[in-house]
């Protein structure tokens, strides 16, 4: 037999832990060259599919000079990259991230060298990046016990699991999108009554 699994992963499943990942990065201050320590806060993390397979990562902040020097600018930094997996990897990095940023116009070299600083994108990166391994062998567990035996009336079906392989994520509207391909054998017995 052959199988094929669409398996998705909801983008606001990832957008709490991109936060989170912002939130205790900005603990911190961001070190920018011209202008030294920035001192920055970050609001709600918005995650969605957009073109070229990438995912759009919008998350609002405000951000104030630790000098105190230019005055306090507020906005979005949007962010794209690229989910990559190798064929049959259960590890999910970003890569080709761009950056780019709405403000409220205030002091706008501020914010664009706020989203360029590589200490933004590469704290997203991180909390999007995942190894999924411990999750994808519990759901194949779960699987093959599911169609390990099953029985209808006088018919007993037998199946089990040979062969599984995944091919690379896509960026879909409404989460990652990972296509799962399986073989497998089964056995179909009539019991006499």
Known sequence: MQFFIPVIADYAQLEPVVQKALVKRAARPFDLPGIGPVN???GKVTI???T???IAVGAGFTARDAAGRLPETAGTLWLTALPVNPPDSREVQFRELKVAGVTNGKVTDLLLQLANAPAISQTIAGALSQNFSRDYDALLG???????TQREGRLVIRARIDNVRTEPLRAAGRGLYLPVWGTGTAAIEVQPR
């Open 142 to 148: 779960k699987i093959g016990r599911a169609i390990d």
């Open 40 to 42: 920055a806060r970050f």
């Open 52 to 54: 070229g397979n990438r």
């Open 48 to 50: 969605y599919g957009t």
